[in-house]
């Protein structure tokens, strides 16, 4: 199920929509890099495209971070 999550982006308040499951993951990544989850999410929103949707660019941040993950570890 999708949850809608609040945070703000350079001083406007935005909301985003993701499973939870995401959003965990999100938490996850930012703990590994010693961040707060509003930091990500702001590095993350920088790095987007204007038309690209910001929960999209959530998930597929996740989708990446863990294929890279993988793909490190198929290395080691």
Known sequence: MIRKY????????T????????HD???AIADEREMPVAALIREIDDARAVDD??????RLHVLEWLKTKVRDAAIS
């Open 15 to 22: 909301s985003f929509s993701l499973e939870p499951l995401f």
């Open 6 to 13: 609040s945070t703000t982006l350079h001083g406007h308040r």
């Open 53 to 58: 949707n910001l929960s999209s660019a959530l």
């Open 25 to 27: 993951e999100l938490k």
